[in-house]
């Protein structure tokens, strides 16, 4: 299975600062099989990015992702009260598909 | 709009079978780009991808649940099911149903639903 391990588990920021959050993959993902989504308390989950850079419909331009291969990144350039949340990584290269295990954006 | 609904019991006993059902609308499970998916979260854990299945009834399974899936769908009634066999305490989840879209460069979950909590226990 393709393990994602995100980093940080946890990012105390204000709003308006900038958030960097890593995923790192144990194989090899394209980039066009990794995708980011938000969930906050108590609702699903929501699409932010897929194929690792593209913003889905009505996500903000403050969202942008990077990466390739094992290595890939979820940007918040100013973090918005809306914001705070937990973000997660998903791969659909290989089967079984796999997300990461989280990292929670919390207001510091 | 596309909607997705999830629908089951709320309580399961331990070695008994699930059987969930996810209601769609806005689009159609014949969409050769459609599919839908299976996901859940255990209270203040992460997601886990449980299976899969798209327009032409191809299907596909996490096989970590070894054989304990069966996903199968309703075209006429926009309706996506997934059986979950020998239910154990730690398949205590909410369970999320999402449309997969597949546009052919990329597969993703681009719209879900509001999940079902399932709790397992005697």
């Known amino acids: 299975d393709i393990v994602l391990t995100q980093s940080p588990g946890t990012l105390s920021l204000s709003p308006g600062e900038r958030a960097t959050l890593s995923c790192r993959a144990s194989?090899?993902?394209?980039?066009?099989?990794l995708a980011w989504y938000q969930q906050k308390p108590g609702q699903a989950p929501r699409l932010l990015i897929y194929?690792?850079?593209s913003r889905a419909t009505g996500i903000p331009d403050r969202f942008s992702g990077s990466g390739s291969g094992t290595d890939f990144t979820l940007t918040i350039s100013r973090l918005e009260p809306e914001d705070f949340a937990v973000y997660y990584c998903q791969q659909s290269e290989r089967s079984p598909w796999t997300f990461g295990q989280g990292t929670k954006v919390e207001v510091k | 709009q596309v909607t997705l609904k999830e629908s089951g019991p709320v309580l399961v006993k331990p070695t008994e079978i699930l059987t969930l059902t996810c209601t769609v609308s806005?689009?159609?499970?014949?969409?050769?780009?459609?599919?839908v998916t299976w996901i859940r979260q255990p209270p203040g854990k992460a997601l886990e991808w449980l299976a899969h299945?798209?327009?032409?009834?191809?299907?596909s399974y996490n096989t970590s649940l070894k054989n304990r899936l069966t996903i199968s769908k309703d075209t006429s009634k926009s309706q996506v099911f997934l059986v979950m066999t020998n239910l154990d305490p730690l398949d205590t989840a909410t369970y999320y149903c999402a449309r997969l879209y597949d546009s052919g460069w990329s597969a993703t979950f681009d719209v879900w639903g509001q999940g079902t909590m399932v709790t397992v226990s005697s």
């Open positions: 194929g690792a850079s």
């Open positions: 806005g689009f159609s499970l014949t969409n050769a780009r459609m599919g």
């Open positions: 194989q090899s993902v394209r980039y066009s099989d």
């Open positions: 299945i798209l327009s032409n009834d191809e299907k």
